[in-house]
């Protein structure tokens, strides 16, 4: 029930693709969801969010689409660059915390 | 603004010390966190204060203690370090715990032997 699953565990895009990381959740209490950028030796960031009566999010390159009916929410990175491969998480916020996806590692080649 | 200031950034511990590990933010936040962070694990809550005056057990809180010393201040105690206890800690913070957005600090690197 408090689980969000992330996919894909690891991922590499050519330099101008487009990135796409999924998320799934079980507990429709949940009434935010954020992603958090995370480089190596670094604390996460957050990149952006959503609420649930929301279907699609944008700043710059990013775009997170909800799908509330499905239960899961996804970020886009469009027009990836090498400055973009870092780790992302998904997350969901509900009851004063926050539950976390296992992340992905993103690989931009250039 | 610091944001998040946590101390040390790296540590080693034999098995069975004790240490202190340091968090304090200058945002004026109520709710303040400790996670660990293992490979392919992504970020598991120790312990968190909703406001000051407040902690909670969070998923993985075994062998750890937590203490709100204020409101910008809260420290995470290992009584007796165990190899098990290796990993990155962040402490966050969050203003708001409807929206929960969370700020972090850089971690601290702990290695227990």
């Known amino acids: 029930q408090q689980q969000v699953k992330q996919s894909p565990q690891s991922l590499i895009v050519q330099k101008g693709g487009i990135s796409i990381i999924n998320c799934a959740y079980e507990?429709?209490?949940?009434?935010?969801f954020p992603w958090y950028q995370q480089f190596p030796g670094k604390g996460p960031a957050l990149l952006i969010a959503i609420r649930p009566d929301v279907s699609e999010k944008k700043e710059g390159r990013f775009t997170i689409s909800f799908n509330k009916s499905a239960k899961q929410f996804s970020l886009h990175i469009m027009d990836s660059q090498p400055g973009d491969s870092a780790t992302y998480f998904c997350?969901?916020?509900?009851?004063?915390?926050?539950?976390w996806g296992a992340g992905t590692k993103l690989i931009i080649k250039p | 603004n610091a944001g998040v200031t946590q101390t040390p950034k790296f540590q080693v511990l034999k098995t069975g010390q004790s240490m202190t590990l340091q968090c304090a933010q200058d945002m004026n936040h109520n709710s303040m966190y400790w996670y660990r962070q293992d490979p392919g694990m992504g970020l598991r809550l120790i312990y968190y204060?909703?406001?000051?005056?407040?902690?909670d057990k969070g998923e993985v809180p075994n062998g750890y203690n937590v203490s709100r010393l204020n409101k910008r201040e809260f420290s995470l105690r290992l009584e007796s370090a165990a190899p098990s206890q290796t990993s990155v800690y962040f402490c966050?913070?969050?203003?708001?715990?409807?929206?929960?957005?969370?700020?972090f600090g850089a971690g601290t690197r702990l290695s227990v032997l």
């Open positions: 507990n429709t209490a949940f009434d935010y």
């Open positions: 966050a913070s969050a203003r708001e715990v409807s929206k929960n957005i969370q700020y």
């Open positions: 204060s909703a406001s000051e005056g407040t902690t």
């Open positions: 997350a969901a916020s509900g009851n004063y915390q926050l539950i």
